[in-house]
């Protein structure tokens, strides 16, 4: 089975700029989830989708950062304007089903690293 | 709040040593438990999981952990360390959303 795809692999913008990402889940998984991973720290949820509902946001900072899963299917995550505390890795991940993650574990990409100067 | 506690920010094991990662959380009740592994430039990939039953669990690629509720701990281990082990491991803990420790970098020296 195909992986978690996400592009681009790097970005490099100035501060105030804008980014997007994108990220297709594993085929038929209907959970999606956008986390944010500083140098030297775990990653950190940012929003989670259940199909193309929003589950949890509460950690997304919505004054600069937006997400949307249209279809239920690929997502993006914008950042505008970008801040220098932006730099991180971005992963996304899916899972089969939202309400266990024991059962039906993390599928994560491999990650959009940004670079914001 | 959960929280999760990987004390160690990096280990060095000499290869064919064996390996002991800490992890200790934070939570209501028993959470979930993870353990997760990133090689460089990579995503994380899932090494083992416990909710409940036997305390000792076998992940991929040799790993094991130990569930210890009176410590509140979840510990990884590996009896003989090979050089490709060299990651950074995450333990995580939760049910639909998981919370991650801040990560323990493995070097393994020749």
């Known amino acids: 089975e195909a992986g978690v795809a996400q592009s681009p692999r790097y970005k490099i913008i100035e501060k105030r700029q804008s980014v997007a990402f994108w990220c297709n889940p594993i085929s038929g998984h209907a959970t999606l989830y956008w986390y944010q991973q500083i140098l030297g720290q775990g990653p950190k949820l940012l929003i989670q989708?259940?199909?193309?509902?929003?589950?949890?946001d509460s950690q997304l900072p919505k004054d600069r950062f937006s997400a949307e899963r249209l279809k239920g299917v690929d997502s993006t995550l914008k950042i505008q304007p970008a801040k220098l505390e932006d730099s991180a890795v971005y992963l996304c991940a899916s899972s089969a089903v939202g309400e266990s993650s024991y059962n039906s574990p993390l599928h994560f990409g491999n990650g959009t690293r940004l670079t914001v100067t | 709040a959960q929280s999760v506690t990987q004390p160690d920010i990096h280990i060095t094991v000499s290869e064919g040593a064996s390996l002991e990662l800490r992890c200790n959380y934070s939570?209501?009740?028993?959470?979930?438990l993870f353990w997760y592994v990133q090689s460089p430039g990579q995503g994380l990939q899932l090494l083992l999981k416990y909710f409940s039953g036997d305390t000792l669990v076998q992940g991929i690629k040799g790993f094991e952990a130990e569930f210890k509720r009176s410590q509140s701990s979840f510990n990884l281990r590996k009896p003989s360390v090979h050089w490709s082990d060299a990651a950074e491991y995450f333990c995580?803990?939760?049910?639909?959303?998981?919370?991650f420790g801040k990560g323990t970098m493995l070097l393994v020296s020749p």
């Open positions: 939570y209501g009740a028993t959470p979930y």
């Open positions: 989708f259940q199909n193309n509902g929003v589950v949890d």
């Open positions: 995580a803990v939760g049910y639909s959303t998981l919370t």
